[in-house]
C-alpha cells in the first residue's frame, strides 16, 4: 500500500466473521518481498485454523512486553518509586497508589 504521504508498507487484507480485516505486516524498506509473503501465509494457514492473525499479533507483542517486564503493574510502580523520590505529598502518593491498585485489578480480571 502507498500512502498519500509516499510511505509504503506491506499490508494482507482479510475477513473473519463477516468483518474486514487488515493486517500491517512491515514497512516496504524494512520488510522483503519474500518475508512478506511468508507473512502473508502464515496469516492465511492462520485464518484457515479459525484464528485472527491481527489478534494472534498483538498477543505475541503483549508476551514479548510482558516477558521484557513491562507490564502496566511494574510501570505504575516505578511512576508511584518517582513519585516519592520527588518528594510528594502523603495524600498525593496515597490517592495515586489507590488508583494503580484499582487500575492493576480490573486489568487482571479483563485477562
Known amino acids: 500500500m502507498v500512502k498519500v504521504s509516499g510511505a509504503k508498507s506491506w499490508r494482507f487484507k482479510y475477513r473473519i466473521d463477516g468483518k474486514e480485516r487488515l493486517l500491517v ?3 516496504y524498506q524494512a520488510v522483503t518481498l519474500a518475508k512478506a509473503r511468508q507473512a502473508r501465509d ?3 494457514a492462520l485464518l484457515a485454523d479459525g484464528t485472527d492473525p491481527s ?3 498483538q498477543e505475541e507483542k503483549r508476551l514479548r512486553l510482558e516477558a521484557k517486564g513491562r507490564t ?3 510501570i505504575g510502580a516505578a511512576f508511584l518509586a ?3 523520590k520527588e518528594g510528594k505529598s502523603a495524600a498525593t502518593l496515597s490517592k495515586t497508589e489507590y488508583h494503580l491498585k484499582l487500575a492493576n485489578r480490573d486489568l487482571a480480571a479483563s485477562l
Open 25 to 27: 505486516i512491515g514497512d
Open 55 to 57: 489478534e494472534a499479533k
Open 72 to 74: 502496566f503493574e511494574k
Open 42 to 44: 502464515i496469516a492465511k
Open 82 to 84: 518517582k513519585q516519592r
